[in-house]
């Protein structure tokens, strides 16, 4: 049997780091984000990133808890690291009930959400190149986010940072470890694990996308 339809787990953890490194750094230097890392990204600017960021977290994890989801895609689906309704809070904080109609999603928030539910329709393995991009990047940088919003907000950060929140410091390690563990032990063909890393570079040039739209 060719190694290409073999179905035996697949470490992607260093491949998806190393083939999204690049791509990883010039996305946090893009348009919101880079204003957000800088200390310059303003209240109405930061609830635009986090309704473009919600609609993400809301197909995807809609994608995750599928019960046809391909067997990959469940295996990465963790309840604790779910987002959508942590950040539904944070905007019900900083904005009240209307921030649905007051934001519209912007148009690469709208082609990102239209991806993610084609991959859900496919019951493709591609979905995990999301929860990677997304979880991870909360285990990491997102902590450091988490204060640079609070110091930048100012008082209207106040319990509006829930997003950022998973528990004390050795919960989000031990959050981290079982993602990087679940991803070694995924059980991905090697056709699917390419198809998983380049689903993760487009990924990160659609955030690069989304941020730069936002920042006009």
């Known amino acids: 049997m060719s190694e290409a339809l073999r179905s035996e787990p697949v470490d992607l953890t260093?491949?998806?780091?190393?083939?999204?490194?690049?791509?990883?750094?010039?996305?946090?230097?893009?348009?919101?984000?880079?204003?957000?890392?800088?200390?310059?990204?303003?209240?109405?600017?930061?609830?635009?990133?986090?309704?473009?960021?919600?609609?993400?977290?809301?197909?995807?994890?809609?994608?995750?808890?599928?019960?046809?989801?391909?067997?990959?895609?469940?295996?990465?689906?963790?309840?604790?690291?779910?987002?959508?309704a942590a950040l539904a809070a944070d905007l019900d904080s900083l904005m009240g009930p209307q921030w649905r109609s007051q934001l519209p999603l912007a148009a690469a928030g709208v082609a990102y959400v239209e991806r993610l539910r084609a991959l859900a329709q496919q019951s493709s393995a591609s979905l995990v190149a999301h929860a990677y991009a997304r979880y991870l990047g909360d285990l990491h940088g997102g902590q450091i986010l988490k204060r640079l919003v609070a110091r930048g907000l100012g008082p209207a950060a106040e319990g509006a940072t829930q997003f950022y929140e998973f528990g004390d410091e050795a919960r989000v390690l031990a959050l981290r470890q079982g993602l990087r563990q679940a991803l070694a032990q995924l059980p991905v063909t090697a056709e699917e694990a390419d198809l998983i890393v380049a689903e993760a570079r487009w990924a990160f040039v659609q955030h690069q996308q989304l941020f730069a739209e936002l920042a006009l």
Do not use: K
Request: net charge positive.
């Open 14 to 84: 260093q491949r998806l780091r190393l083939d999204t490194r690049d791509l990883h750094a010039q996305t946090e230097r893009t348009g919101v984000m880079a204003q957000l890392l800088a200390g310059r990204l303003a209240l109405p600017g930061y609830c635009a990133l986090l309704r473009g960021l919600h609609a993400v977290y809301e197909a995807m994890e809609a994608a995750l808890m599928r019960t046809d989801a391909h067997r990959a895609v469940q295996d990465l689906n963790d309840p604790q690291l779910h987002r959508r």
